[in-house]
């Protein structure tokens, strides 16, 4: 089952963030055993990476810990941050430097959603040291979160969806150097883009579906959900003659132990991964859909938008994209639904026909 997958990632992403917590005060490990039952592991890494960063900005900015260990930092010395250095803060992470693992050094921006997922870390660590009463003050919660400017969705029309699926099944726009790639690969990725634009499943789902996920009796597929909640998608004809196809094909592969049951396979027989499964899209789509940048969310987007507008049912697309709160489904597709509620007076008609 794909729940195998998932656990692994799971411990994976666990492993992870022992590292980093490795690289904080001592004193958060309280707090981030308190996220532990109602946030995922990658949201406690993001918290953690942000975390981190903010505590080595203190050290390098902050008269109070100039010179201070990250390690002997206390719980009290929050109390030593003000209102305006979380603001400075902010306004740092908005374009920076720092060396990677190799030495090199990276250039690191932030928008304004990254600054505000930064500042809901600091608020939540602040919260709770507060309602523990370890601390006396919380600057973070009258800093003024970052204003977030919606964007608009940038999904596929049909035709560029037809476009983009008959490069993947042709490839007559690639290099010769991809071509022959793409004779090895073809039907497994039209199987993958198929399945992401015609169920809208994330990325992180299609990468993690095992063979007995599959159900071609009802056209469904199993896929493990943020949380870790199974749910079954039904697809189409189109995706279900993609898949059949590539699983026919798929039987000849020479398949590594421990990857028997994984339905999307990499060239050395292992499971695919989520970068993978990117870098295969961007490279169909820049050669097919040029003037949009194209990716697995997209896609999902594209999936959701064209069931919305066919059905005009936002608590069936937020149920069948996975979304645990409607309100968020009703953002991502706010101005459709605005132009739903424009069109409706044409179809009220009340002394003329």
């Given at each position: ?187 497994r990725d039209l199987a993958i883009v198929t399945t992401l634009v015609g169920t809208g499943m994330r990325v992180s789902e299609c990468v993690g579906i095992n063979l007995d996920d599959i159900d071609f009796q009802i056209n469904g597929v199993r896929v493990t959900r943020k949380g870790g909640n199974q749910s079954v998608l039904y697809f189409g004809d189109e995706v279900a003659e993609a898949l059949k196809a590539y699983i026919e094909e798929r039987k000849d592969s020479v398949v590594k132990p421990g990857n028997e049951n994984a339905l999307f396979l990499s060239l050395q027989g292992k499971r695919i991964t989520t970068r993978s499964v990117q870098l295969l ?73």
């Amino acid at each position: 089952m794909a729940q195998n997958f998932y656990d692994e990632e799971k411990q994976k992403g666990l492993i992870k963030l022992r590292r980093i917590l490795d690289d904080l005060p001592a004193f958060t490990s309280s707090f981030f055993r308190s996220l532990g039952q109602n946030t995922t592991t990658k949201t406690r890494i993001n918290y953690a990476y942000d975390l981190r960063l903010f505590f080595r900005y203190l050290i390098d900015n902050h008269p109070y810990f100039a010179k201070m260990s990250i390690d002997k930092i206390n719980v009290n010395d929050l109390d030593e941050i003000s209102t305006e250095d979380i603001d400075l803060f902010l306004d740092f992470v908005s374009s920076y430097q720092k060396e990677n693992e190799k030495g090199t050094t990276l250039e690191v921006q932030n928008d304004e959603k990254g600054k505000a997922r930064k500042l809901a870390a600091i608020r939540s660590m602040y919260k709770f040291y507060i309602k523990r009463k370890a601390i006396t003050k919380n600057p973070a919660a009258i800093v003024d979160a970052p204003k977030i400017h919606d964007k608009n969705i940038i999904r596929l029309e049909p035709n560029e969806t037809a476009d983009l699926l008959d490069e993947v099944e042709f490839g007559n726009d690639l290099t010769d150097h991809q071509k022959f790639f793409h004779e090895k690969t073809k039907l497994r990725d039209l199987a993958i883009v198929t399945t992401l634009v015609g169920t809208g499943m994330r990325v992180s789902e299609c990468v993690g579906i095992n063979l007995d996920d599959i159900d071609f009796q009802i056209n469904g597929v199993r896929v493990t959900r943020k949380g870790g909640n199974q749910s079954v998608l039904y697809f189409g004809d189109e995706v279900a003659e993609a898949l059949k196809a590539y699983i026919e094909e798929r039987k000849d592969s020479v398949v590594k132990p421990g990857n028997e049951n994984a339905l999307f396979l990499s060239l050395q027989g292992k499971r695919i991964t989520t970068r993978s499964v990117q870098l295969l899209v961007k490279k169909y789509s820049q050669v097919s859909v040029k003037l949009k940048k194209i990716t697995p969310h997209k896609l999902r987007s594209t999936y959701g938008t064209s069931l919305y507008q066919e059905t005009g049912d936002i608590y069936l697309v937020a149920d069948v994209l996975g979304h645990s709160d409607v309100n968020t489904t009703r953002k991502h597709y706010a101005k459709l639904e605005e132009g739903r509620r424009q069109s409706a007076p044409k179809y009220i008609h009340l002394r003329k026909d």
